[in-house]
């Protein structure tokens, strides 16, 4: 059984309904761009720094649409952030010229900067997201 039913006359409302899709994604990437830049303020923020390249490091990835997921991340390519974020081994007694020093522990705990970040990020979203929802209704009802 099919259900048929003609536009005619409803091409101002169509139009309206295909523009509602092009706000909300344009609010919703607006919103997740500063929502990310936030979340990557605070990656820097909690970085312990030695010499500050781990905390320059921690970027941006520019919000995206990709079919009806939308996505915004942070990332960092300094050789040994992921050493920094989950921990690793090391051999005691070995002089580190950087640290101008001997090491001590055979294994150091990891930060998890990135991903308590992340957490605290994750509990902001709802909150930015529906901002975005507001701000593009105000557009389509003004």
Do not use: C
Not at 15 to 34: R, S, V
Not at 68 to 86: D, L, M, P
Not at 99 to 117: D, E, I, N, P, W
């Amino acid at each position: 059984m099919t259900i048929e039913f003609r536009t005619d006359g409803l091409k101002e409302e169509m139009a309206k309904i295909h523009k509602l899709g092009a706000t909300f994604d344009a609010e919703l990437l607006a919103e997740l761009k500063d929502f990310g830049m936030e979340w990557r303020d605070d990656v820097r923020a909690n970085t312990h720094v030695i010499t500050g390249q781990l905390r320059r490091s921690s970027n941006l990835v520019p919000p995206e649409k990709s079919g009806s997921v939308f996505s915004v991340g942070i990332s960092n390519n300094t050789e040994y952030a992921e050493h920094y974020e989950y921990g690793h081994r090391q051999q005691p007694g070995r002089y580190v010229p950087a640290l101008g020093k001997r090491l001590k522990a055979s294994y150091v705990k990891g930060q998890y900067t990135f991903r308590t970040a992340r957490q605290r990020a994750l509990v902001r979203l709802p909150k930015a997201l529906r901002a975005a929802v507001n701000r593009a209704e105000a557009k389509m009802n003004g």
